[in-house]
């Protein structure tokens, strides 16, 4: 018997393969990806495709090979060369993306040994990575290609490439290099296996049954039996690619008892070319289609292909290389999904489809809207099975385009997409028929028809465009209300398509000497799409030849666990086997924002088969709370009014304040039957009021959190009254989902004596939870141990909520007396354990006509959500750094902290920092604006300039490097000269426009709670001589045990390869600080240092008196000298200390400096921008470790990029997080890195204060994309100019193609006005 579980290829899990990881179990992040091979009878050839194991139906990989990661390379045989460059580029950081980039790539090798950029773009299209920012993926992929000048082929054909054009040079100080790596020997890739190729060559057995407990899945052989079965069981869907069903039945809960494979179907697989075009066979893939069409555009006239032009236009952006490869045309068409791109576009190519029976035989159905009933419906009768799509090749004077607008350029879908044709009487610009489709206004396919009819026979020119409009206005109907919301830009984009088309035809009238009007030669950029390019960087490293090659410190040295991160060989929490007994938790959650519990009934889950228990805050044994300082949060909702004290005036105890709210979990034999039983648990409601959920609605309410902070210098009121003019304005910055690739989880073992528990745990901070768990079972610290092997990352998420599960797992341990394991579902963990706190500026500024801001005072409030948690340090942090770089005397921040009925926001790289600078920098940017002023004049204008400068809380700094930085990023960047010339752009394109962006950074390290500013660590040696560091610090891919290694190498004198770091334990390292605010290193370094130069300073005597020893005969020597060879280490922090009363610090140990410049262009028609160019130059002090720094802020850039351009999370009006998967949610990927991003490090930095002069770099970079947001601002200021519109126009972050392309006012936008707020029922709200 198979559960459902055993139903997908999830199985690798339970045979002990670790190596394919589960982000998110949609498709959506390609953490899963493995290799698949299939003997092809019909052409005699092996395929190999990669598909996303999540998805993947393991019944229907009967007669085909699977490779995982596993299989190519591993540690203790050879890596494979792709493994290892990935690890050597340092493209590895937490790992947890690395085995599905590594069979992305392998599988393309495995297809094309010689591959082009493109080839490796287009692969890793589907593969996400939350911490790298792609880079030095690329960089060590392009090893393949055959480029022996290191070119990043993004140069369009006959154009200049970038070592051409001046912008890249050779050098040979890379970050890497590529002598002694491993060449690829085809010769050495796995075989597919003799015994499938044999079966393969044979006819196929009969059709294939599989059964499982609660599903059962049939693969039928061929057509006849397929329709006896669509007969037999008219209900069952067909099931071919997955892609549609299995994301329905894994996130979405959808139950089919029954399956029908159709996979192996061969009659479905054929592709029939004839004289009026293609016949697809219905479960060819979408990767095949494109092939297909690629093909035909290649070797047949122009003039046939338009429609398959347009079909590649689409397919290539349409999801990623995995989902393609698995994905298949019929299965897009009848899933009925009008986000899915491909019925648009056939339906305007007039496509059939060939749909048969096993009684009524085959018919022909035209694809149009008529085909569709519903969402997810169609016309087709339920016996009923789709055979084959015909798509007609294109006549001699049709015109085709297809076009698609999506949140991400690339694996999103699309918010709207339309395919449209012309026909034209021969020679004549005279319309003979049109044909508009569009998906996304609409639960289906929506045609416009009578705008489409009234078009016929008209010129081509500028009067029907205008009608067009009119009509295409009157006849897409979206109410104010519609799913998915969005209204006012979906209209709009369905007037700029139909204009994008209109110059498109216009253009090629013209090339066939039509006549026609002239479209000026300003509107051309408008007809091209952005290209998707790679990025291409060389950076350098900086370490002094000086400095001894054997000496790690400050060389460019590998992740300490690249090479098993790369093999799979890496062990994430959930990668441990099941310890014997195990049991799976699940949590329960609160579906009400603000309600009463007035009953909890788990008995039907409790009947379940596997069910063990329910839990709730009865069953905790200890406080049903977990603190931060005097923050209360609850673990369990609290059933019952008095049953324990909760010590907080933020709950009553019988009320859940947010949907997501824990209010118990179901413990059961395993994870399926866990879920399942969650679900079945009935909580009763009454629903209380108030319920708000955003900073508005709270201003409203006066609902904020205490303390509200304040800071302040000057006298504002004094200087309000001098200055010449005075400015009101706001800025809304949305929050940030942490998405790391690893979700949430642990597992808690009990161990049966003394009330002794081990936990294995994905914690930031180890101690904490330790502490929390104890709190919660009621036991001492003593008796919990907490294990950290790595995370796969962490971003700030893991400190808060992972204490909260672990206390509620190890209660449930505790209460059964098993391990208990517990992995949040990448749904679940968006839903509980929420991210980056919102927040909304509001400030008056004063300032003197020439750019001079003599006076901000600044009113920050974020949404905290239900409970303080962390919200009140956070916006400290936003206060804290709210001056930035500049000196303006009168200076007044504070700070509210909003209560509503949210999941309580929590940290998130940055820590309030990206939002107090980016409310700032807006402050500069308007005023510039308002003073006529280039925004970087006005930046420079106020910046700190002298040596010693104060802050606004009065703390010593200079802005030396700062300034350095400021002028070397203008420098290197070239952005003067670029400034003219995006002027000139502006001037020659209406519809594209650039801008360009720099600003500088101070960004303060360390705790401002001094206390926290600690280390410690303990350093072993063993007899043998080998080392073994522990620390309390956790390794979640910032490279903390890298460094860690590199500093103790460099004082014991010994090679990293000697010295080994396990794990952090409590055990090891008690009552560490968490693993944030930049300082991790800083701490556990010193600690590391002050434990080994203690061990040297016992080995000295013997070092001395025995010059010509070795390491381990000093050691052995020392040992059987009675010498302790066991050191801890300590670091005692500085002290700071924050006087809220007299705005006084000192809050931060020291400063890191950078500055950034960035350029972008955008479609003003669609909203779409793409990020051209980046240049940062950063200030790291010494850099300990330039490939890792330099890592740090590329992937903290580009989680910026997320944040400020196109990561947005929507709330459902009654308070439900509404994108809860990388389906709805959107990290950058691949296509949002810029194709330039030079990163460089200020040279000859110094920074008295931390480990060898080096500076903590974690969080600073993420601020710095605010570069990116700031020059979209100055592309639509642009784009508004030329309307005649003022420079000054609100824009919001994150700055989305939807944001964009609103801001962008012209006659479409016009036609789709805003209705009046209070008029109708909005889809989502703004938090
Ligand atoms: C992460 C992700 C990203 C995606 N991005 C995009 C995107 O950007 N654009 C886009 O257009 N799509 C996108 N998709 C959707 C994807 O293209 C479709 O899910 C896919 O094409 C469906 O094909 P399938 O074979 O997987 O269908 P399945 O899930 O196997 O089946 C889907 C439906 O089609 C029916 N069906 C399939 N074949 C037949 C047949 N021969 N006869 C009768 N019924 C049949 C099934 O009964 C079922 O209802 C994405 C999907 C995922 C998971
Ligand atoms: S886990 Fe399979 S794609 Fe995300
Ligand atoms: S290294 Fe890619 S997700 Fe962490």
Same mark, same amino acid.
């Given at each position: ?173 890379? +970050? ?5 790596? =491993?060449? @690829?020997?085809?010769?050495? %890739? $796995?075989?597919?296996?003799? #015994? !499938? ?10 059709? +294939? ?5 609660? =599903?059962? @899945?049939?693969?039928?052989? %061929? $057509?006849?039996?397929?329709? #006896? !079965? ?1098």
């Amino acid at each position: 018997m198979l559960s459902q579980n055993h139903l997908h290829v999830s199985l690798l899990y339970i045979v002990l393969l670790t190596g394919t990881k589960y982000g998110c179990g949609g498709g959506g992040c390609g953490a899963c990806t493995v290799m698949v091979s299939k003997y092809d009878q019909l052409n005699n050839r092996v395929l190999h495709y990669t598909v996303n194991a999540c998805l993947q139906p393991i019944c229907t990989l009967h007669g085909a090979a699977v490779v995982t990661v596993e299989g190519i390379g591993s540690t203790k045989t050879k890596l494979h060369p792709v493994q290892e460059r990935i690890a050597k580029a340092h493209g590895s950081q937490c790992g947890f993306c690395t085995p599905g980039m590594v069979m992305s790539m392998y599988t393309l090798l495995r297809n094309k040994p010689h591959p082009t950029m493109e080839d490796i773009r287009e692969a890793l299209g589907g593969n996400l990575c939350r911490c790298t920012g792609y880079r030095p993926i690329i960089d060590g992929f392009k090893t393949f290609c055959d480029v022996s000048n290191g070119c990043c082929q993004n140069g369009e054909s006959g154009g200049k490439c970038c070592i051409e054009n001046g912008t890249k040079q050779h050098n040979d100080k890379e +970050l890497f290099h590529m002598d002694n790596v =491993l060449p @690829l020997d085809p010769s050495q %890739d $796995l075989i597919f296996p003799p #015994e !499938l190729m044999i079966m393969g060559k044979k006819r196929a057995c009969g059709s +294939l049954c599989f059964q499982g407990d609660r =599903l059962k @899945l049939i693969s039928p052989v %061929d $057509l006849t039996n397929l329709l #006896e !079965l669509k007969t037999e069981y008219p209900e069952a869907p067909v099931v071919v690619g997955n892609t549609t069903i299995g994301p329905n039945m894994q996130v979405k809960g959808v139950h089919h008892p029954l399956t029908i494979y159709a996979g192996r179907v061969s009659d479905l697989h054929t592709v029939t070319w004839g004289k009026d075009g293609v016949s697809m066979g219905a479960v060819c893939t979408l990767s095949s289609l494109k092939e297909e069409m690629e093909r035909a555009v290649r070797e047949m006239e122009a003039e046939r292909t338009r429609g398959y032009q347009a079909l590649l236009q689409t397919l290539r952006c349409l999801a990623g290389k995995q989902i393609r490869n698995m994905a298949t045309i019929g299965g897009n068409i009848l899933s009925a999904n009008p986000k899915y791109d491909l019925n648009s576009v056939l339906a305007a190519l007039d496509c059939t489809l060939q749909v048969m029976s096993k009684e009524n035989g085959t018919r022909a159905i035209t694809l149009n809207e008529e085909l569709f009933t519903g969402f997810g419906k169609t016309v087709l009768r339920p016996d009923e099975v789709l055979l084959s799509i015909d798509i007609p090749y294109s006549k001699p004077w049709e015109f085709v385009s297809a076009f698609r607008q999506a949140q991400r350029r690339e694996f999103a879908f699309s918010i709207v997409n339309a395919g449209m044709k012309v026909l034209f009487r021969e020679g004549t610009n005279i319309v003979e028929s049109l044909n508009i489709y569009y998906g996304g206004v609409g639960p289906t396919l929506v045609k416009v028809g009578r705008t489409c009819q009234k078009l016929v026979g008209r010129s081509w020119g500028e009067e029907l465009l205008a009608d067009a409009c009119r009509l295409l206005e009157e006849e897409v109907e979206l109410s104010d209300s519609a799913h998915g919301g969005k209204v006012e830009y979906r209209k709009t984009l369905t007037t700029s398509f139909f204009f994008k088309f209109y110059m498109q035809v216009l253009q090629e009238l013209r090339e066939r000497d039509v006549n026609v009007c002239l479209l000026p030669l300003e509107y051309l950029s408008a007809l091209k799409p952005f290209k998707n390019e790679v990025v291409c960087l060389f950076p350098l490293q900086l370490v002094s030849n000086a400095q001894s090659s054997q000496d790690p410190v400050g060389h460019p040295m590998m992740h300490q666990a690249a090479f098993h991160q790369a093999t799979g060989e890496a062990q994430y929490y959930d990668d441990i086997p099941a310890v014997q007994g195990e049991l799976f938790v699940y949590m329960v959650t609160s579906t009400r924002a603000h309600a009463k519990i007035i009953n909890i009934d788990p008995s039907e889950a409790l009947g379940m088969t596997g069910v063990v228990t329910f839990l709730s805050a009865g069953d905790v044994p200890g406080q049903n709370r977990r603190m931060l300082f005097n923050n209360p949060e609850e673990l369990f909702a609290e059933e019952e009014v008095g049953y324990r004290t909760v010590p907080s005036h933020y709950h009553s105890r019988s009320v859940v304040s947010c949907v997501g709210q824990i209010i118990g979990a179901v413990v059961a034999e395993s994870r399926e039957q866990a879920r399942r039983a969650a679900q079945m648990v009935k909580v009763t409601y009454q629903d209380l009021l108030p319920v708000f959920f955003t900073i508005e609605e709270a201003i409203q309410h006066q609902s904020f959190f205490d303390p509200k902070r304040k800071l302040e210098r000057g006298d504002m009121d004094k200087a309000f009254e001098t200055v010449d003019q005075i400015l009101e304005d706001e800025i809304y910055l949305g929050g940030q989902e942490h998405f790391y690739m690893e979700t949430q989880g642990l597992i808690a073992v009990p161990k049966g004596e003394n009330g002794e528990l081990e936990l294995f745990v994905a914690s930031q901070h180890s101690a904490y939870t330790q502490e929390v768990v104890g709190i919660t079972l009621g036991i001492d610290s003593n008796k919990i141990t907490c294990h950290v092997r790595r995370l796969g990352g962490a971003f700030g998420g893991k400190v808060m909520k992972i204490a909260s599960l672990s206390a509620i797992t190890a209660t449930a341990a505790v209460k059964t007396g098993r391990p208990v394991r517990c992995v949040l579902e990448r749904g679940d963990d968006m839903l509980i354990t929420s991210g980056r706190h919102p927040f909304l500026g509001k400030y008056k500024v004063g300032y003197n006509n020439d750019g001079t801001i003599m006076a901000a005072d600044i009113t920050y409030y974020s949404n905290g959500g239900c409970t303080l948690n962390e919200s009140l340090a956070i916006m400290e942090k936003a206060l804290l750094h709210m001056d930035n770089g500049y000196k303006i005397p009168n200076l007044r921040g504070r700070g509210l902290v909003c209560k509503t009925y949210l999941p309580s926001y929590t940290a998130f790289r940055g820590f309030g920092g990206p939002q107090g600078l980016m409310v700032m920098e807006s402050v500069l940017h308007e005023v510039a604006v308002k003073c006529g002023l280039p925004p970087q004049k006005v930046r420079e204008i106020n910046m700190y300039r002298e040596e010693e400068c104060y802050t606004h809380y009065k703390q010593l700094f200079s802005p030396r490097d700062m300034l350095r930085c400021w002028d070397e990023c203008l420098d290197k960047a070239g952005y003067h000269d670029r400034l003219q010339a995006i002027q000139q752009f502006n001037t020659s394109n209406r519809w594209k426009k650039r801008g360009i962006s720099a600003v500088p950074m101070k960004f303060g390290v360390g705790f401002s709670k001094g206390f926290f500013n600690q280390g410690a660590a303990l350093v072993n040696i063993y007899k043998d001589g080998s080392v073994l560091v522990a620390h309390g610090g956790t390794e979640m891919g910032q490279g903390i045990n890298t460094k860690a290694l590199q500093i103790a190498s460099h004082i014991l004198k010994v090679p990293m390869s000697s010295i080994h770091i396990k794990e952090t334990c409590t055990g090891n390292v008690p009552n560490a600080a968490p693993s944030a605010a930049s300082f991790g290193t800083d701490a556990v370094g010193m600690a590391v240092k002050d434990a080994c130069e203690k061990l040297m300073r016992r080995l000295k005597p013997f070092m001395e008196n025995h010059p010509k020893y070795t390491w381990q005969q000093w050691i052995f020597e020392a040992y059987c000298q009675k010498v302790s060879l066991s050191a801890t280490g300590f670091f005692m922090g500085p002290h700071t200390d924050m006087d809220w009363e007299n705005s006084e610090g000192p809050a931060y140990y020291y400063f890191t400096f950078g500055a950034c410049c960035s350029e972008v262009e955008i479609d003003c028609l669609t909203g779409d921008h793409k990020n051209l160019r980046t240049d940062i130059v950063m200030d790291v002090g010494r850099s300990l470790n330039p490939a890792i720094d330099i890592g740090q802020i590329e992937g903290g850039f580009v989680q910026g990029i997320g944040l400020y351009t196109i990561e947005e999370l929507q709330f459902s009006l009654e308070g439900v997080l509404m994108t809860r998967g990388p389906s709805q949610y959107k990290i950058p990927a691949l296509c949002d890195v810029p194709p330039q991003f030079n990163v460089h490090l200020l040279a000859n930095a110094q920074n008295p204060h931390a480990i060898y002069r080096s500076k903590g770099i974690g969080e600073p970079p993420v601020f710095l994309a605010s570069t990116i947001f700031f020059a979209i601002k100055e592309a639509v200021a642009a784009a508004r100019r030329e309307r005649g519109l003022g420079d000054s126009f609100p824009l919001s972050s994150p700055a989305t193609a939807e944001r964009i392309r609103m801001a962008c006012e012209d006659q479409f936008t016009e036609m789709a006005p805003s209705p009046e707020k209070g008029t109708f029922k909005p889809w989502s709200i703004n938090i």
